[in-house]
C-alpha cells in the first residue's frame, strides 16, 4: 500500500536558521506529492505540490523537489521566520481511481524563535 | 466565499452519548472527506464521498456514520462516542475527478470523557 514517512520532531530552529524536513514515500506508479501547512488553531492549507519526478514545487520560500530514484520530497527553506512555526505534512496521491484520497505523513511540529 | 466551514469548533461528550458534526462547503465541489488528527499519527481518513447520495469507507471508519444528502453538505455522525474517539476532526473537499487538492475546514475538537 501506500504510505508516507517525514523525520521525526519535533524541529527547534532559530530565526534565519536553514530548515530542512525530511519525507520518503512509498507508492506504486506515479503519485502526486504535496506539503501541508496547519498553523495554530488553523486547518490544513496546501503549501506546494509537485505532480512529476524532478519537478520542483516552491511557494513563499519553500522549496521541495520530487526525486523519484530515491522515493523523497524533502521541504527545505534557506532562511525560516518566526511566522513559519506551524506543523507540516507530507502527503502524496496515487491518482487514477483513489477519489482524491490522499495518504499523509505524520506531521512534524517546527517551532522558530526569535 | 466562505470555503469549508465546519460546526461546533468545540465539544466535550460522555462516553455513550451521540452527536453530529456538520461540515459545509460553498465551492460546488464533488468530493468531501473526514479526517481524524491524532498526535503523530498524521491525518487519517474515516469516510468519503464522491457525489451528492453516495459516502464510502475511509481507513478508521468504524464507530462512524456519514450522510451526504446535499451537494455541499457532509455530515459525521457518532451513535455512542467513546474514549477513544477523541481526536480533531477535520473535513475537507475537492473539485472531483482528476483534481488533487484538497481544501480543510478548521477542524472540530472534540473530547469524549
Known amino acids: 500500500g501506500n504510505s508516507v514517512t517525514q523525520m521525526e520532531g519535533p524541529v527547534t530552529l532559530s530565526e534565519e536558521a536553514f530548515l530542512t524536513i525530511n519525507c520518503t514515500y512509498t507508492a506504486t506508479g506515479y503519485p502526486s506529492l504535496f506539503w501541508y501547512v496547519q498553523y495554530p488553531g488553523e486547518g490544513l492549507q496546501l503549501l506546494l505540490k509537485a505532480t512529476k519526478a524532478d519537478d520542483k514545487g516552491s511557494n513563499k520560500g519553500f522549496e521541495a523537489t520530487y526525486r523519484k530514484e530515491t522515493t523523497s520530497f524533502h521541504l527545505e527553506k534557506g532562511s525560516v521566520q518566526v511566522s513559519d512555526s506551524a506543523v507540516y505534512f507530507c502527503?502524496?496521491?496515487?491518482?487514477?481511481?483513489?477519489?482524491?484520497?490522499?495518504?499523509f505523513g505524520q506531521g512534524t511540529i517546527l517551532t522558530v524563535h526569535p | 466565499n466562505a470555503g469549508v466551514t465546519q460546526t461546533p469548533k468545540f465539544r466535550v461528550l460522555k462516553t455513550g452519548q451521540s452527536m453530529t458534526l456538520l461540515c459545509a462547503q460553498d465551492?460546488?465541489?464533488?468530493?468531501m472527506y473526514w479526517y481524524r488528527q491524532d498526535p503523530g499519527m498524521g491525518l487519517r481518513l474515516i469516510h468519503y464521498?464522491?457525489?451528492?447520495?453516495?459516502?464510502a469507507k475511509g481507513e478508521v471508519p468504524d464507530g462512524y456514520n456519514v450522510s451526504r444528502l446535499k451537494k455541499q453538505n457532509f455530515l459525521l455522525g457518532l451513535e455512542s462516542a467513546a474514549p477513544s474517539q477523541t481526536s480533531v476532526y477535520f473535513c475537507?473537499?475537492?473539485?472531483?475527478?482528476?483534481?488533487?487538492?484538497?481544501?480543510f475546514g478548521p477542524g472540530t475538537r472534540l473530547t469524549v470523557l
Open positions: 464521498s464522491v457525489g451528492e447520495g453516495t459516502t
Open positions: 465551492m460546488n465541489h464533488e468530493y
Open positions: 475537507a473537499s475537492s473539485p472531483g475527478r482528476n483534481t488533487d487538492t484538497q481544501y
Open positions: 502527503a502524496l496521491y496515487p491518482g487514477g481511481t483513489s477519489y482524491g484520497k490522499l495518504t
